[in-house]
Structure formats: C-alpha cells, structure tokens
C-alpha cells in the first residue's frame, strides 16, 4: 500500500498554538477555531482536543478529498453526554461545497448518518443519504475503535463514490452515493476537519487521534487491503547534542534541553533559549523509540511530498532589526522559519528528506533550530516534534462493493 498522511491533531503537544498539522500549507484549527487540549479522557498519549460545550468550532484539519484519491477520515470520538442538536461531526472545512458529504450525529442518541449538503453547501437544506445508524457516538469515554469516513471514488469507477462510515471499528453504513459532487471540486481539494462546525451543542465533543490519510491508487480500495488506524505523537527533547550555541532564560543548571522542553504547554518568558548572534545552532536529542513505546511493526506516514515529522515550536523575537531562521535536524533540510513578531506563536516546520521517512528515524533524529543573518533575539519557549504513525492497528476487510447506486448496507 502507498498511503500519505494529509491532516492530523491529537492533542499530544498540550499546547493549543502547535497542536496538530496538515501535510499541505496550513495549520491544523485550534484556537482560531475554539478548541482546547485536555488531558483527559484521552485515548492515547498524554492528550486529546475538545470542543468545549456551547462552542461551534469547525475542528482540527484532516486534510483534503479529491476526486483522485482514496480518502480515509478517521478520529476516536466522544460526547459527554447527549447533544440537544444534531451536531456534524465530519464536514468540508467550508460550508459551501454543493453536494459535499458529511457525516453527523443525532440529537439525544447520539446515532449517526451520512447527508449531502444543498445548493452552495446549504446545511439545512442537506439530503440524507442514510437513515440513522444502530451505532452510537460513545459517551463519557472513548470507543473501542475510531469514527472513520471513507470517501471513495476510484474502486466503482467513473460517476460512482463509495462511501463508508465505521463506528467502533466496525463498519455501519457502505454504498454507492453516485456521481462526485461538483461541490467537492475535481483538481481543487476540499479541506475536511474534524469539529461542530456551525453546532453549539450543550455538551462537549471530545476528539482524539483524528487522522486524515488518503491512497491515489485502486489497488488500495478498502475491501482490497487492511487500512491503517493512525494516531499522532509528540517527541520531546530528551538531553542535550554537543551542538548548544544559545544561552538560556535565567541561570544554567547544567541541561539546555530542558529550556525549551514543556511537557504540558509552552510556559512563556519562565524558560525558554535564545539567540541574537548569527550562525548558531541550538539541537536536542529527543525520546528514544523505548521511551515513545511504538510496536516493533509501527509504521511512519509521510505526506505526498515526503513530510515526515513536523517540528513545532512557540516563539518570539524582542529587539534588532532583522532576523532569519531556520528549523534543522541531521536527517532532513533546514527549513525556513518566520519571524514570529513580538508576541508568543506558535509556528509548524514540515521536514523533508530525499528517503522514506520510517520508525528508525525516530530513534536517531536530533532536532533544534539555527540562526541565519539575524540580530533580533530570538526566543524560543517550546520545541518538539509531531509524528503520524500506525501502531499495527488496522481496520477490518470487508468484501467487494455489490451495491446498486443509492443502496445502503
């Protein structure tokens, strides 16, 4: 299987201005969008994404679906309690794709269903394509397997999509929707995310390792290979490199990794390193692949442009007149970064190499950042990296697509 990784957000930073990424140009929705990081329940790691109850946040970016790709939506889910409204829960980033398929949750019993939207992506005009599954959104605690939306236009040929929701890992709804919406665009991606979109329910919608992957190939089809159950990780800063050029924030106790290693968020001016000279580099070795406990079979996603790890970071500048900046590991390119201004950003450094990206890569990267001509301090409060990865869990096969267009299983 050739398969790419396009959007993710898992809370893992725990940090609301870095979390997540999309292996195109844009950041994932965090604050912009209304979500927090929460530190329970979660369903792997140290972290998860809520939207919090009241709010109508369009979510965390999956990444994007064309009518030349497999795309596989994917997130563990769940209410903490039961909505007062139907709340959609997979949706185009902007509401105005005509015909776009979403996929939503019922009021009440928190059932769901697959819906078209109307003209210029009407959400109240929507046309439902299923009826409400058996299957419920979980309450209170996440599933035993994630909410996943396959949207598939390759495996049935021209004129036909196919279109799959899972629930718990086991599929509830599989047919053919017919044509592609010309909502969704042929050459031009829709950004798909993960959130309430224009929903305020009264209760809080949890989200944890939301995953967008996608296939250009047939062969791929979900009923031709096991599809992974991606998850996201956060790699922190773990010792020092013989590479430390910086100085820190207040006295040196011995470690310069720590300075800009915060395990639950990024913590400002109290510890942060920094640069206003020219040419200097400043690495971190980071957690080992024992300490990050993947299975010895976990496998690493890389975007179609071969983005491996993202390198994340807060940061500012104060003072000078100038600045360049570059993100920097000993397994990929520098990559530039931009001034962030005066105030606290966080900013995302997707990182390319000319190889595949895979699990052993993360035993032996070192990462940091490095000053270009610049003579702007430069302070940098939280670093780390983020990985999409697939911990040898995969979805069930199912068999071949036999369904008449409009049929539903």
Known sequence: MTIYWSGCGGGETRDTLIDGCAGGTAAARITADGLTVISTPVQSGVGALQVPAGVAAKGTLLGTTVSTQISVLQAYLNFNGNPNAIVPFFAPYSLTRT?????????????????????????????????????????????????????????????????????????????????????LGIADPTAYTVGTYGVAPNVALRIDDAVGLFSTSAADAPHLAAWPIAKVDAQHPISDTATHEWGVSGSFVGTYYDFWDDATGNDGDTTYLYSAQSAKTQTSNMESLATLGWNANATVFESATKIGPVLSCVHRTVGGTKFEGFGTTNLSSDVNVSDPGSTYVGNLYRLTHADTWARADAGTITSGLKTGTSDRDWRVTLMMLQWVICDNEFLPLVGAPMIPQGGIV
């Open 99 to 183: 015909g776009a398929y979403i996929a939503e949750a019922n009021a009440t019993t928190r059932t769901t269903r697959i819906c078209a939207l109307g003209t210029d992506g009407d959400y109240a005009t929507r046309t439902p394509l299923t009826p409400w599954s058996e299957a419920v959104i979980p309450s209170g605690s996440y599933g035993t397997g994630p909410v996943v939306f396959i949207i598939d236009p390759l495996t049935l040929g021209t004129n036909n999509v196919w279109l799959r929701l899972f629930i718990d890992g086991v599929e509830v709804f599989s047919f053919d929707a017919g044509v592609w919406p010309s909502g």
